[in-house]
Every structure is written in structure tokens, then in C-alpha cells.
């Protein structure tokens, strides 16, 4: 099945300054990958999304940028803010099957 | 985007009981919704799928006479915790997919068993 990996498991940014997270993916026929931002005692929360056809999208200050040929994708958060700070996860997934999560990078952004 | 309701967004049962958590789609159908356990600073882990109408799917490892679900209409779907012990203490988070395959999550439950 999928296996999905995350990196790095935390980062500590300040206040400005841009946050980058990697994932990577091992199921070439995933077509789908998100990306979740949790904060504490709460449900994820969807922030960009990217699909296979698409190598770049950005909304305001988040971007995800796809690679297939790696088989890996990224987050791109630039001018954090200390409200960026939370759990943040990728995921990958085959059409509408189920949602494969990678383990989670922690983003502090110091004021 | 869509909205998934999940209730209770607590609880604190004694071991041996059991508990019921509700994920409703508010806006939507979801034909298929998803149930995830998240241990404190772990990633979300598929505990099983479940689709309107049909037995629940369960991923390796996850009992099923333990963790019952029911998705008896498009809008509700239902997990319990049979006979909770401490080591079931976890969020547990559900989750559904729209037909444009974004996927919408709950608040999540935190279950405590003392």
C-alpha cells in the first residue's frame, strides 16, 4: 500500500521567514495530495491541495509543488506568522480512496 | 468546503463500557466516510472505511467486533468502542470525500477510559 514520509518532523521559524515541508510518496498511481493543518485538541483542516496534472499551485502565502517523477511533494509557507504554528500533515491518495497521512511536522513561528 | 460534524468532541467512559462517537456530513452525501485514530503527537491512522449501506472495511490489525460502525444513511455514520479499556484512549477523527476528491474532517473525539 501507500507509505507516505514527512520531513521534517519539526521546525522552528521566525516570524518572516518562509517554512518549508517535504513529503515523499511510494504508490506511482497516487493522483492525489493534500496538505492538513492541525492545531491542538482539533480535527484537520485542509489547507492546499494538489493533484497530479499540476505541478505547482499556490494560494496567497501556501504553495505545494509536485513532483512525480520523485515522487515527492512540498509545502511552501512564505511570511509565516505566529498563527501559522500547528501540526502540519500531507497525505496522498488514489482517486477517492482512502487518505494516507505522513507523520507529521510541527511548525513553531517564533514572534 | 464541506462540513463534517463529529460528536462528542469528548468523553470519559469507564473501561468496560462502551461509546458511541457520530460523524455527520452536513452539506453533502458522503457515500464513503473514514474512520481515523490519532494517538497524542502521532500522525492520523485508518482504522476502517465505511460506505452507506454496505459492512464497514478494516485495515490489518483493527478488530472489528470492537469497533463497530454503522453508515446507515448518506449523511451518518457511527463508530463504537465496544468494552473500552485504557489503551483504546485516543482522537479518533472522521472523515469523508466529496466527488471532487477533497477530503473534509470532523473536530475529532477525545476518548478517555479510566
Known amino acids: 500500500g501507500e507509505n507516505v514520509e514527512q520531513h521534517p518532523s519539526t521546525l522552528s521559524v521566525q516570524e518572516g521567514d518562509s517554512a518549508v515541508i517535504k513529503c515523499t510518496y511510494s504508490d506511482s498511481a497516487s493522483n492525489y495530495f493534500p496538505w492538513y493543518k492541525q492545531e491542538l485538541g482539533k480535527g484537520p483542516q485542509l489547507i492546499i491541495d494538489?493533484?497530479?496534472?499540476?505541478g505547482e499551485k499556490k494560494d496567497q502565502r501556501i504553495a505545494v509543488t509536485l513532483n512525480k517523477t520523485a515522487k515527492h511533494f512540498s509545502l511552501h509557507i512564505t511570511e509565516t506568522q505566529p498563527e501559522d504554528s500547528a501540526v502540519y500533515f500531507c497525505?496522498?491518495?488514489?482517486?477517492?480512496?482512502?487518505?494516507?497521512f505522513g507523520a507529521g511536522t510541527r511548525l513553531t513561528v517564533k514572534p | 468546503g464541506a462540513v463534517v460534524s463529529q460528536h462528542p468532541s469528548w468523553v470519559i467512559c469507564k473501561s468496560g463500557t462502551s461509546v458511541k462517537i457520530e460523524c455527520r456530513s452536513l452539506d453533502f452525501q458522503a457515500t464513503t466516510m473514514f474512520w481515523y485514530r490519532q494517538f497524542p503527537k502521532q500522525s492520523l491512522m485508518l482504522m476502517a472505511t465505511?460506505?452507506?449501506?454496505?459492512?464497514?472495511?478494516?485495515e490489518q490489525g483493527v478488530e472489528k467486533d470492537k469497533f463497530l460502525i454503522n453508515h446507515a444513511s448518506l449523511t451518518l455514520s457511527t463508530l463504537t468502542v465496544t468494552s473500552a479499556h485504557p489503551e483504546d484512549s485516543s482522537f479518533y477523527i472522521c472523515g469523508t470525500r466529496t466527488g471532487r476528491t477533497e477530503a473534509f474532517f470532523g473536530q475529532g473525539t477525545r476518548l478517555t477510559v479510566v
Open positions: 494538489i493533484r497530479s496534472n499540476v
Open positions: 465505511s460506505n452507506e449501506g454496505s459492512k464497514a472495511t478494516y
Open positions: 497525505a496522498a491518495s488514489i482517486g477517492n480512496n482512502d487518505m494516507r
